[in-house]
C-alpha cells in the first residue's frame, strides 16, 4: 500500500500559538490529500480536502481561517492551526486516495 | 446527507471465536466501502477494500461483505485473537475523489 508520513507525531503548545502540521506521500505523486481530526473515543471526521495547486476545499463548520491548508507540492499537504485553543486539542490525520485511501500515523495535538 | 452506522460500538470475545462487525451506511451511492483497523494512539490500517460493483473481499482471516441495495457491510474476523483487538473503523468513499464517511467503529477486546 501507499506511504503516509505526518511530522510531528506529537506536539504541546500554548493556548493562542500556531502549530503546522506536515502530511508527505513518500510513494506517490498526490493532487488531492485528506485532513481529518479524531477527539477522543470519537471516529474521524474529515475536515478539508487539500488540493494541490489550488484552494482547500474545507467541510461545513470547518473554519478555513482557523485550519490552514497549504499543498504547494504533490508530496507535501500542510495544516497549520492557527491561535490553538485548548478545544484544539486532538488527533489530527492526513490520508491520500489511491486504490482506496491511504492514513498518515497521526499528529496528537494538545493545547494548554 | 450519508450517515454511516456501527454496531456493536464494543463487543469482548474469547480467543479462538469467530465474529461479525456490522456496518450501515443510509445513502447507497457509494463509490467504495473500506475497513481500518486502529489501535490506540495509531493512525488507521487498512484492512480490506470493496468496490461497489463487488460483493466481497477476503484478506487472510478476514472477509467484508457488501450490499450495497440493503445499505449494509459485515466484517467477519475467523479464529480471532488477541492481537486482533483494536477498533474496526467502516467507512464509505463518497465520489471519485476519494472523500470518506466514517462510522463510530467497534472496539473489539479478544480475551485469552
Known amino acids: 500500500g501507499a506511504v503516509v508520513s505526518q511530522h510531528p507525531s506529537r506536539v504541546i503548545c500554548k493556548s493562542g500559538t500556531s502549530v503546522k502540521i506536515e502530511c508527505r506521500s513518500l510513494d506517490f505523486q498526490a493532487t488531492t490529500m485528506f485532513w481529518y481530526r479524531q477527539f477522543p473515543k470519537q471516529s474521524l471526521m474529515l475536515m478539508a480536502t487539500s488540493n494541490e495547486g489550488s484552494k482547500a476545499t474545507y467541510e461545513q463548520g470547518v473554519e478555513k481561517d482557523k485550519f490552514l491548508i497549504n499543498h504547494a507540492s504533490l508530496t507535501l499537504s500542510t495544516l497549520t492551526v492557527t491561535s490553538a485553543h485548548p478545544e484544539d486539542s486532538s488527533f489530527y490525520i492526513c490520508?491520500?486516495?489511491?486504490?482506496?485511501?491511504?492514513f498518515g500515523p497521526g499528529t496528537r495535538l494538545t493545547v494548554l | 446527507k450519508q450517515e454511516v452506522t456501527q454496531i456493536p460500538a464494543a463487543l469482548s470475545v474469547p480467543e479462538g471465536e469467530n465474529l461479525v462487525l456490522n456496518c450501515s451506511f443510509t445513502?447507497?451511492?457509494?463509490?467504495?466501502l473500506q475497513w481500518f483497523r486502529q489501535d490506540p494512539g495509531k493512525g488507521l490500517t487498512s484492512l480490506l477494500l470493496?468496490?461497489?460493483?463487488?460483493r466481497e473481499q477476503t484478506s487472510g482471516r478476514l472477509n467484508a461483505s457488501l450490499d450495497k441495495s440493503s445499505g449494509r457491510s459485515t466484517l467477519y474476523i475467523a479464529a480471532s485473537q488477541p492481537g486482533d483487538s483494536a477498533t474496526y473503523l467502516c467507512?464509505?468513499?463518497?465520489?471519485?475523489?476519494?472523500?470518506?464517511?466514517f462510522g463510530q467503529g467497534t472496539e473489539l477486546s479478544v480475551k485469552p
Open positions: 470493496i468496490q461497489s460493483s463487488q
Open positions: 467507512a464509505v468513499i463518497v465520489g471519485q475523489g476519494g472523500k470518506l464517511i
Open positions: 445513502d447507497s451511492a457509494i463509490y467504495n
Open positions: 490520508s491520500h486516495s489511491r486504490d482506496g485511501q491511504f
